[in-house]
């Protein structure tokens, strides 16, 4: 692995949706990292077009390539054609096997060390399911192929950091499935990887509780009296960091946040709602746990604006960017 240019490989997602364009957008700017993007190439030809400028130019790219610098308007590719042409806006399922088999490729090219991270386009849950190809999430299949027992979803935006103990779940199942045992594992991942990959000496965790004002003493549910403070009391006792539980209506204003290195929010909508509206259209989703680097976008596959060259690449810019550093210090830690 090289030590001063870590390679990056981009998958470009759904492509009925705007990651095809995102992606070849983005091959148009500079950038320190080399870039390898994982797709169709004649359709990353096809939606550059619709940007200005230039075609971009996409050579064929195999594992044994050497490295080198990024040239704008040129992006490599390791071919995934598509099954049937893809029309903007319309999904179809006979595209799914190709999304589902560039993600798989990703992972196994950084799990051998040809990449150095992996960043990735939004892929469509629902139209990859209906293909016949169960598919929960990028977090799911990465845990999934890299034997991750418990992979930690964080939303990051500038200097806030958002992290789930639980991630695409039913609200109705959010109470059973924040155990003792899930939400040690959960925090005892994020505090290692704040350390690890965020070269954070000792975290600061803002935990918040699961229910209205962290439960009311017991009189709006007693999750946080049974489970959430008697889990951060042992691992403070460890030696973490951990603040909480907190009324997640206040964990987030300014004096609470103030010297947090991250918040650990109990579900999915409590707390990336407030992240997103902190940062959208920049903000990056990370995944914790894993023994590779991962980055992705913090918003969906925008059918309605795929082929129309108006869709916001600020996302994957700065998950690119993101994901280089994040490989740079990997390389440059001890041991």
Same mark, same amino acid.
Request: glycine share 10%.
């Given at each position: ?273 407030? *992240?997103?509206? #902190? /940062?959208? =259209? +920049? @903000?990056?989703?990370?995944? &914790?746990?894993?023994? !590779? ?9 925008? *059918?309605?604006? #795929? /082929?129309? =060259? +108006? @869709?916001?690449?600020?996302? &994957?810019?700065?998950? !690119? ?13 001890? /041991?």
């Amino acid at each position: 692995m090289s030590e001063q240019r870590p390679r990056i490989a981009i998958t470009c997602g759904e492509p009925a949706g705007i990651g095809y364009e995102l992606v070849a957008a983005a091959a148009m700017r500079s950038h320190a990292a080399e870039l390898v993007a994982i797709g169709d190439p004649a359709l990353l030809r096809e939606r550059s077009r619709v940007l200005d400028g230039p075609e971009l130019d996409t050579p064929a790219w195999t594992p044994d390539a050497p490295r080198q610098a990024h040239r704008v308007g040129r992006l490599p590719v390791d071919p995934v054609p598509m099954a049937h042409p893809a029309q903007p806006g319309t999904l179809d399922p006979a595209n799914a096997e190709a999304v589902v088999t560039s993600l798989k490729r990703a992972v196994r090219l950084a799990a051998e060390g040809q990449v150095d991270a992996i960043v990735t386009a939004p892929v469509h849950k629902g139209v990859i399911n209906d293909a016949g190809l169960p598919f929960s999430g990028h977090t799911e299949l990465l845990a999934e192929m890299t034997a991750t027992e418990t992979p930690v979803m964080m939303l990051v935006a500038g200097d806030l950091r958002v992290a789930l103990a639980t991630t695409h779940l039913p609200l109705r199942a959010v109470p059973e499935a924040i155990t003792p045992e899930r939400l040690e594992a959960v925090i005892t991942a994020l505090h290692h990887d704040l350390v690890d990959k965020f070269a954070i000496a000792a975290p600061r965790i803002l935990v918040t509780g699961l229910n209205p004002h962290a439960g009311e003493g017991g009189h709006l549910g007693r999750e946080e009296i049974d489970v959430i403070e008697p889990t951060l009391e042992r691992l403070r006792a460890a030696g973490l960091g951990l603040v909480g539980p907190l009324p997640a209506d206040t964990a987030f204003t300014p004096r609470a946040l103030e010297g947090a290195d991250a918040v650990l929010a109990m579900y999915h909508d409590q707390g990336l709602p407030v *992240l997103k509206h #902190a /940062g959208f =259209g +920049r @903000a990056v989703n990370v995944t &914790l746990g894993l023994p !590779i680097v991962r980055t992705s976008v913090d918003h969906g596959t925008a *059918l309605e604006l #795929a /082929g129309t =060259g +108006r @869709a916001d690449g600020g996302s &994957l810019q700065a998950a !690119i960017e993101l994901a280089a550093d994040l490989a740079l210090r990997r390389q440059h830690r001890p /041991g």
